[in-house]
């Protein structure tokens, strides 16, 4: 009976494990045939469901570059509208599997990853679609502050039919161009 009680426990404990550890929104891929070297540089935020650590932020800008064991090091930054300052936040991504596969893992608070997975990108690197996790995390991005009408149309709908509730989305103010943490 005690053996009974313990494999219905780790059974238990490895579901959990692996729901927690679901790093993708079901029915949802990652871009394949994936070059990071094209990705790594600066990106704006055009629009992103808010989360607490995004919460009032706007004018967020992300840098990704390598370091010396090829992973990616990430510097977030926006403007804080509330506190009327300039904040960062510094991370490390790294590739979930194959690197051909836009599907990263993504930490800001030491060993807790959460999913960082590129779904959509533009022939020439300049717009991306990123998913979260889960149906919670959703950005939109480019290389410049703006993202031409068409791209952003077909963006929204890749998101709406993965199941993201795009209505909620926040779309991003760019009026700043005093950014300390962006090079100039």
């Known amino acids: 009976m005690h053996k009974w009680w313990i494999t219905i426990i780790m059974i238990g404990f490895t579901l959990v494990i692996m729901v927690a ?3 993708i929104p079901p029915n949802t891929h990652p871009v394949q045939k994936f070059d990071l070297n094209r990705y790594l540089g600066a990106w704006y935020e055009i629009a992103r469901l808010d989360s607490r650590f995004e919460k009032d932020l706007n ?4 840098q990704y570059s390598l370091n010396t064991d090829r992973n990616v090091v990430v510097l977030n930054s926006g403007y804080n509208t509330v ?11 790294k590739f979930r599997g194959n690197q051909s596969e836009a599907a990263l893992k993504v930490s800001f608070f030491g060993p807790f990853y959460a999913g960082y997975n590129v779904v959509a990108l533009d022939t020439n690197y ?8 889960d149906l919670n995390y959703l950005w939109i991005l480019s290389r410049d502050k703006t993202i031409p009408e068409d791209v952003k149309t077909n963006y929204l709908k890749i998101a709406h039919e993965i199941g993201y509730n795009t209505s909620k989305l926040i779309w991003v103010k760019h009026d700043r161009k005093d950014n300390p943490f962006l090079p100039q």
């Open 21 to 23: 550890c679901s790093s």
């Open 59 to 62: 004018n967020v800008s992300a």
């Open 83 to 93: 506190k009327k300052e300039w904040v960062k936040a510094d991370g490390l991504a």
């Open 126 to 133: 300049r717009y991306a679609l990123v998913a979260g996790k």
